[in-house]
Nanobody
Framework: QVQLVESGGGLVQAGGSLRLSCAASRSIFGINIMGWYRQAPGNQRELVASITSGGRTYYADSVKGRFTISRDNAKNTIYLQMNSLKPEDTAVYYC?????????WGQGTQVTVSS
C-alpha cells in the first residue's frame, strides 16, 4: 500500500504560480511512474504530467512550457510547479502512483485560478 497526500493547492490570479506537493507514505524508489491528473467539473480526469523512476517526463500539450514535474526520492515526494496559470487550469489535482500492476491515488487538492 502507498498513501499519497497532496498539498499546495489554493486560489491564485491568472498569471500566478503555485507548487503542488505529493508525499508518499513509503519510498518511491519502487514506484515506476508518478504523476499529476486533474479533473474540472463536468470533465473527465486528465493526465497533466508524469515522471518515471528514471526521470523521464511527460506533459500534456496544454501545460507544456508552464508546468514542471519533479521528484525528490530522499523525501518520497513529487512536485508540480505551475507557472503562468490560466483560468482553464482550475480543477482538482490528483497525485497518482503506479507500482507494477498497482495504482494509487491521493485525495486531491483544489486549484482555482481567477481571471
Amino acid at each position: 500500500q502507498v498513501q499519497l497526500v497532496e498539498s499546495g493547492g489554493g486560489l491564485v490570479q491568472a498569471g500566478g504560480s503555485l507548487r503542488l506537493s505529493c508525499a508518499a507514505s513509503r519510498s518511491i524508489f519502487g514506484i515506476n511512474i508518478m504523476g499529476w491528473y486533474r479533473q474540472a467539473p463536468g470533465n473527465q480526469r486528465e493526465l497533466v504530467a508524469s515522471i518515471t523512476s528514471g526521470g523521464r517526463t511527460y506533459y500534456a500539450d496544454s501545460v507544456k512550457g508552464r508546468f514542471t514535474i519533479s521528484r525528490d526520492n530522499a523525501k518520497n515526494t513529487i512536485y508540480l510547479q505551475m507557472n503562468s496559470l490560466k483560468p482553464e487550469d482550475t480543477a482538482v489535482y490528483y497525485c497518482n502512483a503506479v507500482r507494477g500492476i498497482e495504482m494509487y491515488w491521493g485525495q486531491g487538492t483544489q486549484v482555482t485560478v481567477s481571471s
